[in-house]
């Protein structure tokens, strides 16, 4: 039904203003939004006041506290306490307000740091958690639980979706708190630039984007002021396989799960294990990652890996059989959706 009142959290974030996008193409004419400095949703007695005034019928729960490995690492303390009072407040306020179904956003981190590969939705809760992004998986954790213990004590309808790592348009291009496409987007156009002695476009771009860190301008400097092949250097092996999915996928993939008769979605989920991980299904090496990137920014130097540097877990990569089973793909693939973000990223 497009007249239905939908509660999009985090619709200005790049998940969130994905899924109004597909919702709006669907037709649905009756979306509710607030940015975050009209509704801090850490603020239990506003999001009160927000479910009561609004009463949406469904809610997508899209808005977190963000980041790469570095800012998690950096800033546990804020990432689980904003993260958990953010689910805390909307899971426990819309059914209050009686929203019928709404449908938390993961993530795949919420798995054990060992768990076997493709990691199926079984794995939760089986082992120990990557330390470097702990704070953050448990509060991710603790949604799910959320939903599933609602779900079981009032009978709500309330579903979980695990996405894998996503990029495309809205990412966030801030070298210290991005994640590994969007940084590479950056760095290995920069590092384009440098090779084009074009020291101008590269102080526009920290203008644009963010700080760039002494080490990495220091090596831009040096290429740009030399004829020498110029050659990137990128953090760890290059070794480390993870997979990638664009975020209109995502966003197609959250929709279509929250459109799901309820027969449907329990007969591919259980009780007590409701979640469902969205992923391509493929991964590659993230030295492959980096040679599609630089073919796709126009990057025609070298990229060399620092190996003293740390690679973390040497797979990671979603089982996304529950997914298909429901009738569900990505469509855009990996070449493609780096050349729309890198779009994206030259626009902004
Ligand atoms: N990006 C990925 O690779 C990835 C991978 C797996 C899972 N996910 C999950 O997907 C969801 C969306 O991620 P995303 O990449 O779209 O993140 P994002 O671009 O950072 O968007 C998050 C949105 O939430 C808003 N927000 C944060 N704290 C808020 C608060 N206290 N009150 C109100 N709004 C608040 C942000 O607003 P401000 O910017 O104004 O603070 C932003 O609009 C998250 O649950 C995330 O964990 C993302």
């Known amino acids: ?30 979306l509710i939004t607030r940015s975050h400095s009209e509704l801090d949703l850490t603020d239990q007695a506003a999001v009160r ?20 490995i570095h800012a998690n690492n950096t800033y546990p303390a804020e990432f689980i306490y904003q993260n958990l009072m953010i689910e805390a ?9 009686g929203v019928r179904r709404l449908l938390f956003l993961g993530s795949s981190c919420i798995y054990p740091k060992h768990a076997a590969q ?31 213990s609602y779900n079981r004590q009032y009978g709500t309808d309330y579903r979980s979706v695990m996405p894998t790592n996503l990029y495309g348009p809205g990412d966030h291009y801030d070298l210290q708190n991005s994640h590994v496409i969007p940084a590479m987007i950056r760095k290995l156009h920069l590092a384009k630039l440098a090779t084009g002695h074009d020291w101008a476009a590269i102080e526009q771009d920290e203008a644009r984007h963010g ?36 975020v ?10 929250m459109s799901l008769d ?23 090496s993230i030295r492959q990652l980096a040679e599609t990137v630089a073919k796709v920014v126009g990057y025609a ?9 740390p690679d973390g877990t040497p797979r990671k990569l979603l089982d996304v059989s529950r997914l298909h089973g429901l009738g569900c793909r990505a469509q855009v693939g990996l070449e493609e959706g780096l050349r729309r973000a890198y779009a994206d990223f030259l626009q902004r």
């Not at 407040?89 to 307000?97: P, V």
């Not at 209109?248 to 799960?257: G, P």
Request: aromatic share 8%.
């Open 89 to 97: 407040n909307i899971i426990h306020q819309a059914w209050l307000a």
């Open 301 to 309: 130097g070298r990229v060399e890996f620092d190996s003293s540097q």
């Open 1 to 30: 039904m497009t007249d239905t009142r939908i509660y999009v959290a985090g619709h200005r974030g790049m998940v969130g203003s994905a899924i109004v996008r597909v919702l709006q193409r669907q037709g649905h004419s009756r």
């Open 248 to 257: 209109d996928d995502m966003a197609e993939a959250s929709v279509h799960v």
């Open 262 to 284: 309820k027969s449907a979605y329990d007969a591919h989920t259980r009780p007590m294990l409701s979640h469902i991980n969205v992923g391509s299904g493929e991964d590659l």
């Open 49 to 68: 006041h927000f479910f009561a005034a609004e009463r949406p019928a469904q809610v997508y729960l899209a808005a977190a506290r963000v980041g790469g």
């Open 118 to 148: 493709p990691m199926s939705e079984e794995a939760l809760l089986t082992g120990t958690l990557e330390p470097t992004n702990e704070a953050y998986a448990i509060a991710k954790i603790a949604g799910i639980k959320l939903c599933e």
């Open 211 to 246: 700080p760039i860190p002494a080490d990495l301008r220091h090596h831009l400097y040096a290429t740009c002021g030399s004829d020498t092949e110029a050659c990137l250097p990128l953090w760890g092996t290059g070794t480390p396989m993870r997979e990638f999915l664009y």
